[in-house]
């Protein structure tokens, strides 16, 4: 008998999934500065119709929305911890580059954005080094000229 994998519902108050996961981690980076901006709304969509960690996910305004809501209740630190919990190295290096993504739509990056985009840096172990390149590839993703 297959297992099917656990979809998030709309009702919990916690992170199920590595998707929930790393989408937990954008909506954060995208409410760093503690105003979300239209661009890092819409960077949240893209992350969810680009990357096959959302495969699953059939409502897209309805699971940002939802991850959303479990953050409110759980709170921005329990909610980093319990993502980190969630990911593998791998999908945390994920999450790291949908978070750079995301606060990068708005073509400005401000203090509070950097701290996060740091502390993330951190708690996911990824090294300096990694992190540049993420950071050189997302701003080439955004260049308009």
Known sequence: MEKKAKVFSFDQQSLLTPADAVMAVAVLAAGADGKPDERELSGLERALFASPV???VKNPVKYRCAIAAAIACKGREATLIEATGLLS???RETAYAWATY????DRKTVSPEHKFLSLLRRRFGIHGEL???INAVVSMLHRAK
């Open 54 to 56: 959302f495969a699953k």
């Open 131 to 133: 992190a540049g390149k």
């Open 102 to 105: 995301v606060i990068a739509a």
């Open 89 to 91: 190295p791998g999908l």
